[in-house]
């Protein structure tokens, strides 16, 4: 019996640190892709291949049961005492010697931009970033020691027994039932404005975010520990937007390494990969829904639109609600297409589902096509 409690424990910690779950960490990697630039999207399928952001968004997790990788646990959370000034948070933050988050995040950025890197090194601080920048923006993975961020204080939500940690990993997400794919079209709704600043803001401002709402979390369970509706009507939001705003800014992170000259050095053997690269499958407007999950190029007249939120939704073969497919603009791509005289519109990206329609979102101006009839 004793041979397997090592790894019934390697079991217990690692769900222990899932933040999110599996479902919020794709989903913070699905907006993300999102928010990449064409030479992000290039660099990114260098290295990891065929295998998308959200396919490695829970690989950090899954690793800690190797003996290789067990020592990275400290590295998805920061513990800190409550009631710091924003100064004295800082320079809690950045004195901390033990490792953290905080510390996770910049090596692995340093790993990306170092040029002596492997390609294997990278991926492999590629799949631990998109993981980490998950984590720090749960506001339980910034909290206190004692309590484990919250592992050992137990609640009551809809009748069962929980913690306050689980809680806000799983539970109330799983209390809105929706796929990650559903959650990254919902919650990806920040205007260009928006996303300019969070992708502004630094590393510790995005700490301190989750460390003022984790403050504000225990104050109010030590109050009352039996949690219904009304704290999942409360709270949801905040759900939505920490999850957002880590995906827009995991997006911006990696824009920023990938434009670096560490990258351009490598554009020879990027180039030289994607040539055996299968290049987006080009369907017709009428078979865009057969290819759920599938990135494709697709092209259209568009039937109706309408401006919404800092997006323009363009309507194709057929008016609102009656939609064939529904391209969604953003950002760039938005810019762009004010600017153009299109007789015809398409885009290259991942087909979802959105309230029963299929769906393309995109940012990048580089994935807008725009066809002119010349008579």
Not at 128 to 145: A, C, E, N, T, Y
């Amino acid at each position: 019996m004793k041979r397997f409690l090592p790894f019934a424990l390697l079991i217990a910690i690692s769900i222990a640190l899932i933040s999110w779950g599996v479902v919020g960490h794709k989903t913070v990697a699905t907006i993300a892709e999102n928010h990449l630039t064409t030479r992000s999207q290039t660099v990114v399928k260098y290295l990891l291949g065929d295998t998308t952001l959200a396919d490695i968004a829970s690989w950090a997790d899954q690793v800690l049961r190797e003996p290789e990788y067990k020592n990275t646990a400290p590295q998805h959370y920061l513990n800190l005492p409550l009631g710091l000034s924003y100064n004295d948070f800082q320079k809690a933050v950045i004195s901390k010697t033990e490792s953290n988050v905080y510390q996770a995040v910049g090596s692995n950025v340093a790993v990306l931009k170092d040029p002596k890197s492997t390609k294997e090194e990278r991926a492999i601080a590629l799949k631990f970033l998109v993981h980490f920048v998950g984590d720090l923006h749960q506001p339980m993975h910034i909290s206190r020691k004692e309590d484990k961020g919250g592992n050992t204080i137990q609640v009551q939500y809809e009748g069962k027994g929980t913690n306050l940690h689980s809680l806000w990993d799983s539970k109330l997400i799983g209390t809105e039932g929706k796929t990650f794919n559903q959650m990254a079209v919902d919650y990806d709704k920040a205007t260009p404005a928006k996303i300019k600043q969070w992708q502004g803001d630094s590393l510790i401002k995005w700490l301190w975010e989750s460390y003022q709402i984790s403050s504000r979390l225990y104050a109010e369970i030590e109050i009352n520990n039996k949690l219904n509706d009304a704290y999942y009507n409360k709270y949801i939001g905040i759900v939505h937007e920490r999850i957002e705003m880590a995906g827009v800014r995991l997006a911006g992170l990696l824009n920023e390494i990938f434009a670096s000259a560490t990258y351009t050095n490598l554009r020879p053997k990027i180039a030289v990969a994607l040539e055996n690269m299968p290049r987006p499958k080009q369907v017709s407007l009428e078979y865009a829904a057969s290819h759920i999950g599938e990135t494709v190029s697709v092209i259209g007249k568009v039937v109706d639109q309408k401006e919404v939120a800092g997006m323009m939704l363009l309507n194709m073969g057929a008016a609102y609600p009656n939609q064939v497919l529904t391209i969604v603009l953003k950002g760039n791509a938005l810019d762009s297409y004010k600017k153009l005289a299109c007789d015809e519109v398409g885009a290259i990206g991942k087909v979802v589902i959105y309230k029963g329609k299929p769906e393309i979102m995109i940012s990048d101006p580089n994935d807008l096509i725009c066809k002119s009839i010349v008579y």
